[in-house]
């Protein structure tokens, strides 16, 4: 049993007396206290550090009970199992909704004009020697360097970034979208 005792009684009046807290073994409040750090899989009985386990809010300690490892695993076999129903799964879905689907393209895309002849003229004035690629903006980076455009109407007006500056400014701008507020101080 644990004892924990903040009493600060000195006897004379304005002395503070605080609660005292006995939690019996095996209380919740002192696991929170005292943190593992490793855990044991139900299923192949490894004992793993705890960043092996996913997070589960619905279990005691918060964590799953199988290990990632384990959950791969499992995916994976399902998926080998059931690949041919998942296939025509995604296939009704795209033949029951492709017109939403479609609209909801048409939209997104709406409001720049045409990424995709952007995207190709950009390309064919870097094979002529037009455009020159130039380092990475962020990085400085001279490897796998690609052409952002800020404005699709303007296809030779781009910006050089390294792949994954690339591909992490296009998921910040979704991102951005997703919450049309911050999009207006920018």
Not at 24 to 43: A, N
């Amino acid at each position: 049993m644990l004892l924990i005792s903040n009493k600060l009684d000195f006897g004379f009046p304005g002395s503070h007396s605080l609660a005292v807290c006995v939690f019996p073994p095996g209380s919740p409040f002192l696991r929170s206290t005292m943190p593992e750090e490793s855990k044991t899989c139900t299923k192949c009985g490894g004992t793993k550090a705890l960043d092996d386990f996913t997070v589960d809010r619905k279990k005691q300690d918060g964590l799953c009970i199988w290990c990632k490892s384990c959950i791969a695993e499992r995916g994976a076999v399902y998926y080998a199992a059931h690949r041919e129903e998942k296939i025509l799964r995604v296939r009704l879905y795209y033949a029951k909704n492709s017109k939403r689907l479609a609209r909801e393209r048409r939209e997104k895309y709406r409001l720049s004009p045409k990424p995709d002849s952007a995207i190709a003229k950009a390309g064919r004035a870097r094979s002529s020697g037009l455009l020159v690629p130039e380092s990475c903006e962020q990085c400085g980076s001279t490897e796998n360097i690609d052409a952002h455009h800020d404005d699709y109407s303007k296809p030779l007006e781009v910006r050089w970034l390294c792949r994954s500056h690339h591909k992490r400014l296009h998921t910040e701008l979704k991102r951005l979208e997703k919450q049309p507020n911050m999009l207006a101080w920018m």
